[in-house]
């Protein structure tokens, strides 16, 4: 009965690849959002979905992209991974798009070797 | 300067101690103030969070908000080693995408 669960939760992965990570939510929120944690444990914003639309985008190079298949599910998609990219990936859901209150997902720890 | 301050620690009390988190912000257009709590290998959960200014109470967790200093604090009584994580502030602005803007977090030791 997870609330926020993503896959994988490590992810070890050569420079250059090209890899994913999904995250699906149950409670039955409208928004989701990808965070990146990095290692002086900085929390930042990527991406944010309301209803599988896209409505924010910060400065993230655009080897990420994110998809939303429906209202519940998020997946990130990272092309030619690079050294900086190792970090851990967070997602997170809220009721909706104007709310302080978002649930966490247990994280996707990715190290580019 | 970053917008959001926060000693990383670590802060190592005894438990039983009353333990005082803070944060220091730049932006004074800032109205929702919250408190994350994250375990280690987990992700972040929402504690406390308050509107504006004054104090929120929540059994041994008090939420404490001055906008005119731009400082908030989180008061935990009576410690517990369970307490041991590291405790994010984080902020919203007023009319904003309400994406938060985090602090780095405080490292929690509470040794029995």
């Known amino acids: 009965d997870t609330a926020v669960s993503q896959t994988p939760k490590y992810l070890v992965t050569q420079m250059g690849n090209d890899k994913s990570i999904k995250c699906e939510q149950n409670?039955?929120?409208?928004?989701m959002y990808w965070y990146k944690q990095d290692s002086k444990k900085f929390l930042k914003i990527m991406f944010s979905?309301?209803?599988?639309?896209?409505?924010i985008n910060e400065t993230v190079p655009n080897r990420f992209s994110p998809k939303s298949p429906d209202k519940a599910h998020l997946n990130l998609h990272i092309n030619s991974l690079e050294l900086g990219d190792s970090a851990v990936y967070f997602c997170?859901?809220?009721?909706?798009?104007?709310?302080?209150?978002?649930?966490f997902g247990p994280g996707t720890r990715l190290t580019v070797t | 300067q970053k917008e959001v301050e926060q000693d990383p620690g670590p802060l190592s009390v005894p438990e039983g101690a009353i333990v005082s988190l803070n944060c220091t912000y730049s932006?004074?257009?800032?109205?929702?103030f919250m408190w994350y709590r994250q375990y280690s290998r987990k992700g972040p959960e929402l504690l406390m969070y308050?509107?504006?200014?004054g104090n929120k109470e929540d059994g041994r967790f008090t939420a404490q908000v001055d906008k005119s200093s731009k400082y908030i604090s989180l008061f935990i009584r009576d410690s517990q080693p369970s307490d041991s994580a590291t405790y994010l502030c984080?902020?919203?602005?007023?009319?904003?995408?309400?994406?938060?803007?985090f602090g780095r977090g405080t490292s929690l030791i509470v040794h029995p």
């Open positions: 997170a859901s809220s009721r909706a798009r104007a709310t302080h209150e978002q649930y």
């Open positions: 409670l039955g929120h409208d928004t």
């Open positions: 979905y309301n209803n599988k639309e896209l409505i």
């Open positions: 932006n004074s257009a800032f109205q929702y």
């Open positions: 308050t509107y504006s200014s």
């Open positions: 984080a902020m919203i602005l007023s009319g904003g995408s309400y994406i938060p803007t």
